[in-house]
């Protein structure tokens, strides 16, 4: 298995910000209006849209209950802004002196 070493020049989409734009202001929802109907406090909305929340797997099903969306489209969104954080916050130097394993034949 081989590790996509292409950098990413910007940083993905979060989640929240398809949030805002494509359920809130498409719909005309304010965040309380979303958090009431998702179930969820409005903090947790805010806190999502604002960047200051990771998406989780609970929430993601409440959005595709929602919008038709896949819990896939949803969780790839968020998983896409992890890795290219994951990969911005090591710097490279630390995983790049990582040796990789070996097949050996038998």
């Not at 734009?21 to 999502?48: F, P, Y």
């Amino acid at each position: 298995m081989s590790v996509d070493r292409r950098p990413l020049e910007r940083r993905p989409t979060p989640p929240g910000r398809f949030i805002q734009n494509d359920i809130l202001e498409e719909h005309g929802l304010t965040q309380d209006q979303l958090a009431q109907r998702l179930r969820v406090s409005r903090l947790t909305i805010n806190e999502l849209v604002n960047g200051k929340r990771a998406l989780t797997a609970a929430m993601a099903l409440r959005l595709s209950q929602l919008t038709g969306q896949s819990i896939e489209y949803w969780l790839n969104l968020q998983q896409a802004v992890d890795i290219w954080d994951a990969r911005s916050a090591s710097g490279g130097e630390a995983v790049k002196e990582i040796e990789p394993l070996t097949t050996s034949s038998s």
